[in-house]
């Protein structure tokens, strides 16, 4: 079956489907692992047919992908409110709280749906957050000095690649506060230095 003949989850009762199949999906990747997740497995946890999952998904790999992008959506839709919301205090560290804890699971859950999510829509798993990203700064004035497209793109990556590289190399132990100390550390860090070359800019 083709991607263009996959039915759309549109209808309530479809959508109720898809929601069973990530979640049972979800629930097999706790408690088994990846090497144990079948769409036969997620089918008979989900309670519908092998049948009824392939109608909307067209793989293992199609239903990781989605689960992946629902949780990065989440995040993504609090880091815009923290961005919208000028009266937020502390907002680079909402953010990267929002970045570090919005992903449920365990860490080698999370890797799996990055992994995923990567996997099936490359870069523009995370493109959609730096165009919202970019479309914010053009009505705050405020944030004018962050000027530049290459700006932009750091604010929008790094502590998110970070943190994928902090999943992945958990054996490093690493501790949840303090890491999130210094990425907060890190972003302020570039963030005053924007702001203070946009105005040495501007005195020359």
Do not use: W
Request: proline share 2%; with cysteine.
């Amino acid at each position: 079956m083709t991607d263009k003949k996959r039915r759309n989850p549109k209808q309530a009762r479809a959508q109720a489907t898809v929601n069973a199949i990530l979640e049972a999906t979800f629930h097999i990747l706790e408690a088994e692992g990846l090497a144990n997740l079948t769409t036969n497995g997620i089918a008979e946890r989900a309670g519908v047919s092998i049948g009824t999952l392939y109608q909307y998904f067209s793989d293992r790999d199609a239903i990781l992908a989605m689960l992946g992008q629902r949780q990065s959506d989440g995040i993504g839709e609090r880091i815009l409110e923290i961005m919208q919301d000028t009266s937020e205090p502390d907002g680079i560290r909402k953010v990267v709280r929002a970045l570090m804890h919005g992903v449920q699971g365990s860490p080698e859950t999370r890797i799996v749906l990055s992994d995923a999510l990567f996997r099936v829509h490359g870069e523009g798993a995370i493109i959609n957050h730096s165009k919202a990203f970019s479309d914010i700064l053009q009505t705050h004035p405020e944030l004018s000095f962050i000027n530049r497209p290459e700006s932009a793109f750091i604010l929008t990556h790094a502590v998110i690649c970070l943190l994928r590289a902090a999943i992945a190399e958990s054996s490093l132990g690493l501790q949840s506060d303090a890491l999130e100390d210094e990425l907060v550390l890190l972003m302020e860090s570039y963030v005053i230095a924007l702001a203070t070359r946009a105005q040495v800019q501007l005195t020359n």
